[in-house]
């Protein structure tokens, strides 16, 4: 891991000169990008999240199916339903 950056202020030196040595030497170390990289990371998922998830899938899947056969919805109301989750 880098080391945090550190900037000690000269003698005489104003706070904007100081500043601006500090965030050159920020956007030299890389920590900046380093930030940016992992802001969204997300862990792969564990063999049995993914077992959980594809369980879910199918047994919504299913029931969807299910509920056009009874004709409790109709394939009007769930087009019109995909178009909505996209958003």
Known sequence: MIPLVEVRRKKGESFEALMRRFSRRVQ????????????FY????????QRQSALHRIVAREKLEYMLRAGKIKEEDLLVRKKRSRR
């Open 42 to 49: 997300t862990p792969p998922k564990s063999k049995l999240e």
């Open 28 to 39: 030299q170390s890389g920590k900046v990008l380093q930030a940016k990289k992992i802001r």
